[in-house]
DNA sequence: CCTACTTTGTGATTGTGTTCACATTCACAT
DNA sequence: ATGTGAATGTGAACACAATCACAAAGTAGG
């Protein structure tokens, strides 16, 4: 297969489509058009044409797409055919939550490994997984092969964590703190800042709308 | 002020040129440069640039930026020169882990109030702030003039919050539901979505660094 | 006051992603 | 068969954001 270069922003697209159309396809529509998906979405019809288009044609000219079949191909494409292990680093207020946070499993993703290097914290169970020893984060994730690692301690801490991450092999990690990584390139980094976002909003509030009317 | 339009990257990243400043002016560093400050956020220099650009002319030709004025200058364009104030809706596993998030009152925003609609939890005091019935969300937001809310409650009760919000005369939202809102043009939406995040990340580096090489 | 050096500010360029608009293809009725 | 209507797939146009590259404006030293 020649890829031409995808978006990236595509690939997230992707994934609210394979969540929508399970849902469609819960609710007994079998037969999607873009247009359908594209309302539920919130997006255009064609975007979602496009979208699907760099990875093949999936339709059916004046029909639209097979739900369960298009939800399959996606699946593949984004490498959720199979779940995803996650690691998760740092068991503070945020990496409690994502512990508990039941819906991920249901969209592909379990965690399955947590770490933090308060005593106090080494040994307990939350939502089934028991938190481990950080000096052990290397070997651990080394030897279970995971890729994937959240990362949810507090700043200062980040980047020394980060290193230990790449020693033992991850190849993405989604961090929570205002990213201040530098990661060789065949390490992925995404950064969710919430003071970044609420910043944006407030901004936002201020200008945007005046410009709209 | 003639505003040119602004990309809307450049006001999430003026507000890390505020945090990094404040960081750097801590350190003693009076006169940064384009170039320091770029280091710093890990982009160009040009960017830094271009991004103040936008507002104005902020620094000195062959020195830089004053490091305290420009902070100042650059609180004010993003409207952080006061304390925001927030609201919480859901206090679940996220919401709870926001509410004891301390790093927001550091940067600029304070969670004031806080709604859920379990009865066990009504009246319950986490971090500071007492828990207050669903119930009374558009009131008390209204007549707070609280313009900023940050939605934490499971997907299918979203789209029903969202609607006393706008109700409630909210100008933000920051949601961790799947998007599936629809606002007018006036109430600015962000959405935080963990699934999709992870789903690039995986995406990307089973393929992105193929190309890189 | 002139020269060498530094760093800003910005028009022009490049790059990336979205949207349009239409030819293409399929289902179905006649 | 053949025509009609519906929806896909996609090159081209557009919109927006990042980057370059250089003129303008400052400092410092003699």
Known sequence: MITKRVPS???GRLFRYFRSLSCLLRKGEEIV????LA???HIKPATVRKDLSYFGEFGTRGVGYDAASLINKIKKIIKLDKKIN???VGIGNIGRALLKHSTFELEGFKIVMAFDNSPSKIGDTVGNVMIEDAANIRERIESSGIHLVILAV????TSKVAN???LAGAKSILSFSPCGLSMPADIQVTCIDLSVEMARLVYNSCVD???KV
């Open 164 to 166: 230990v991450l790449q």
């Open 86 to 88: 996650v690691a998760l």
């Open 9 to 11: 922003e595509t690939i």
């Open 154 to 157: 507090p700043d200062y801490a």
């Open 209 to 211: 709308y005046r410009e």
């Open 33 to 36: 058009s873009s247009k359908t």
């Open 39 to 41: 309302e539920v979405c």
